[in-house]
């Protein structure tokens, strides 16, 4: 069984930065594809970046935040991170941390087996 614990969402100004973490329990990340999905409320579930945790793989990104969004690990920790930069208010949203075994779109929601409970980013305007 997988359980993940996010944590460092919080307030920020609109330009400002944010680094999101995921803490894993066992040692998944050689097994599993990690990602980050984020809700607003009103609005679907949507992709923001997947990567898969085996070797110097690397990230993908939702269109609205490539370029400004990196994914990384650390497999000793058993984490995950998301490095938020120039944060918009668009950004505004409950941030998910999941996994999923190998196979099938990483950017399905569905597709993924595991989530943790979910941490609020809020950028204020």
């Known amino acids: 069984q997988v359980q993940l614990v996010e944590s460092g969402g919080g307030l920020v100004q609109t330009g400002g930065s944010l680094r999101l973490s995921c803490a894993a329990s066992g040692r998944i990340f050689n097994y599993y594809i990690m990602g980050w999905f984020r809700q607003a409320p009103g609005k679907e579930r949507e992709f923001v970046s997947a990567i898969v945790p085996v070797g110097s793989s690397s990230g993908y990104y939702g269109s609205s935040v490539k370029g400004r969004f990196t994914i990384s690990r650390d497999n000793a920790k058993n984490t995950l991170y998301l490095q938020m930069n120039s944060l918009k208010p668009e950004d505004t949203a409950v941030y998910y941390c999941?996994?999923?075994?190998?196979?099938?779109?990483?950017?399905?929601?569905?597709?993924?087996?595991?989530w943790g409970q979910g941490t609020q980013v809020t950028v204020s305007s």
């Open positions: 999941a996994a999923r075994r190998f196979g099938g779109d990483y950017s399905d929601a569905e597709g993924y087996d595991y």
